[in-house]
C-alpha cells in the first residue's frame, strides 16, 4: 500500500506507531490491563500475532507477552535509535511497527514483548 492508502485506511495514531515507528504513551492503551481470553492482531492487515495464554502484567504500561503466536508471524530488526540498543517487532506481513522485545521476561521463554495497543485488535475466543 501506498503512504496515503495507509493513512486512509489507519486512525492517525495507528499511522503513526504501525507506519511510523512511534510509540503510544505508557499506561494509556486499551489492551494494557486486558485480560479477556483470544487472540490479538495486527490492526493493519489482521494476521495473528499473539495469544492471552502468553499475556501477562509487566507493569511497563505496554500489552506484554512471553511469546509470538508463531514466529513466521513476526520479523525481529536490530534498533539503535535513542542511543540505545533494542530489537524492533514488525507484523511480517505488512511490515507494521508493533513494539520491542527484551530479554526480561518471565518463563518459560524469559522474553518480554512489549507492543503498542494501538498496533492490534482483539477476536475474543469462542
Known amino acids: 500500500m501506498s503512504n496515503d492508502e ?21 499506561f494509556s492503551g486499551k489492551f494494557n490491563k486486558h485480560y ?4 490479538y492482531i495486527c490492526v493493519a ?5 499473539f495469544t492471552s495464554d502468553t499475556k501477562f502484567d509487566s507493569g511497563s504500561g505496554w500489552p506484554s507477552f512471553t511469546d509470538v503466536m ?4 513476526v520479523t525481529l530488526k536490530e534498533d539503535f535509535s535513542y542511543n540505545m540498543r533494542r530489537v524492533e517487532v514488525l507484523c511480517s506481513k505488512c511490515g507494521s511497527h508493533l513494539g ?11 522474553q518480554r514483548y ?3 495497543s494501538v498496533s492490534l485488535d482483539f477476536i ?3
Open 45 to 49: 492487515c489482521k494476521q495473528e500475532l
Open 6 to 26: 495507509w493513512k486512509n485506511k489507519l486512525s492517525p495514531e495507528q499511522y503513526n506507531v504501525c507506519r511510523l515507528g512511534g510509540t503510544e504513551s505508557p
Open 114 to 116: 512489549c507492543i503498542n
Open 70 to 73: 508463531n514466529s513466521k508471524n
Open 100 to 110: 520491542h522485545v527484551f530479554p526480561d521476561g518471565p518463563a518459560p521463554t524469559g
Open 124 to 126: 475474543p475466543a469462542k
Open 36 to 39: 479477556e481470553k483470544g487472540t
